[in-house]
C-alpha cells in the first residue's frame, strides 16, 4: 500500500493508505480492486483518545465455498485509562459485505454487520496483558434466512514481543 500519514497536530494524527489489489480464488477468478485504510486518532488528554477507521478489502466468503466478498468497514471508538495498567474501550462498527462470485452457481447476496464492542485491559506486566470483551452483533442480509443477532464475550491474555 502507498499513502500518506501524519501529525495535523500535537494531538491529532492521521493515516491514508491505498492499492490495486487483485484477489486470486475460486475456479481460477481473479477480482480486482482499489482498497484503501484510512484512520484518524486524536487524543484529548492523558486519559481521553477517539478513533475512526475505515477500510475495504476482498476476504473469501463466509457462508460460501469458492467465492469472495469485497468488504467495507467503518467504525468509531473511545479509549479511556483510568490507570497506567487499565484501558477501557467503547467502539461501533459498520461492516458491508458485498459477494462476488467465482463459482458462478447461486444467487449472489449482500448483508450488512453492525456491532457495538466494550473491552477493558489490563496489563499485568511489560509484555502481557489480560483482557476482556463483550460484543452484540446484528446482521441484515438480503435473505431473511441470513439474518441474526449474537452476544460474543472474550476473556484472554495477550503477549507482545
Known sequence: QA?????ATEHIS??????MSAFDFGNDDMKYG?????????ILNRKW??????SSYFQPSEDR?????????????ATYRPTKKVFLRADLAYRNHDEQYSNGYGTSFDYDNFSSRLRIDYKLM??????????????ISDYYYYDYDRFLGLIGLMFRY
Not at 492521521?14 to 492499492?19: A, E, G, M
Not at 483518545?49 to 475505515?54: K, N, Q
Not at 465455498?65 to 471508538?77: C, L, T
Not at 511489560?126 to 446482521?139: A, E, F, H, M, N
Open 126 to 139: 511489560k509484555y502481557v496483558t489480560l483482557y476482556g470483551s463483550i460484543q452484540y452483533d446484528y446482521r
Open 65 to 77: 465455498a469458492g467465492n469472495a466478498d469485497m468488504v467495507y468497514n467503518f467504525s468509531v471508538g
Open 34 to 42: 482499489w482498497i484503501y485504510t484510512v484512520d484518524v486518532n486524536w
Open 14 to 19: 492521521y493515516r491514508l493508505l491505498t492499492r
Open 49 to 54: 483518545a477517539l478513533t475512526a477507521m475505515g
Open 3 to 7: 499513502g500518506i500519514g501524519s501529525r
